[in-house]
């Protein structure tokens, strides 16, 4: 039988392991930081409207260039920054920055111009795309961990060379020990994820500034949790206009609970952008998804609003955990890190015999597990106590 062995394969992707986690079919589900809640039945009609009308011009490519999309998703993230006060740095923070409880009070003040906007399959193709770009052989990229382990697997798909620096002992990152990491290696790439995966904790912007300042190379600020984030968190968004080499990288697979759609977006200056486009395959945007992105966008609103309910799931699982004797990161996403497990694999596959999958990510003593309904909760806390019962 043939193997990967007796493949031509690169010799730098041998011996390595495909992004793996779990699909079980098991009634609660808490391991990939998905949304559990449904798309909104008002949004499904938005969308089955969008899409009808698009079906039958699907003889044509979609439009390269998104338009409709890029200034959507502008839209949108002109109102993160309208509640976050304004791109300039060291603005006071209003309660709940980067809320979208407000969602529907945007007005649009063309903070973030459509040339800064990118889109592609997921982030995690916003990603490769970045390091198609500006990776490549004979290239490095830095990042801190533990982190989202794409960035790596990202990273060497492209031929870069990847290069962990450690977290402090409680996972956040302290401007001198970055400063001292991006001048000791030079990297081409550094990646800060903000909140970090999967970690949940953010990350003060002075980390981003200092690391701005020390490097030479592209910044990336992976913001996929950030509409979970807990008052006082501060975007990178509001660093953009004096950083050309920023890139900010989001999705609408969380907060938007629009996973399955597939669709990544990240902001930087428009000469960015413009590389990004040297490396994107034609045509890489659906016309389906484009549809469904713009339909989602337009009930901005109504997607979000599950995401106040799942900071209180959040809550109320730290509670319960502190509670069973656990320690907990503070979280500023939908997920949280908990510790103090003598054997983190043996929990894991208790907590699956009692019906509950979360993740085991590999960091020595913990766990994540991700918030989702309020049922899912009440499973999830029932086999933590049934588990700890049952464990002499
Ligand atoms: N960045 C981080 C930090 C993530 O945790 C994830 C998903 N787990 C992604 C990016 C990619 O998400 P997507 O491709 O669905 O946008």
Redesign the pocket.
Known sequence: MTTLDDLPLRDDLRGRSPYGAPQLDVPVRLN??ENSHPVPAEVVSALEHELSAVLHDLNRYPDREFDRLRSALAHYLDGVLERQGGPAAGTAAPERTDSVRSATENTGTGRIDPAQIWAAN???EVLAHILQAFGGPGRTALGFTPS?S?HPLITASTGAVWIAVDREADFGISVESAVAAVREHRPDVVFL?TPN?PTGNGLDLAVVEAVLAASTGIVIV?E?YAEFARPGFRTALTLLPDHPRLIVSR?M?KAFAF?GV?L?YAVAHPAVIDALRLVRLPYHLSALTQAAACAALAHAPALLATVDALVEQRERMAAALLDAGFTVVPSDSNFLLFGGIAEPHALWQDLLDAGVLVRDTGIPGHLRVNAGTAEETDAFIDAVHRVLESTP
């Open positions: 990939v930081n997921g982030s995690n989202y794409m994820c995966n992976d996929a999705t697979s996973a597939r990544g």
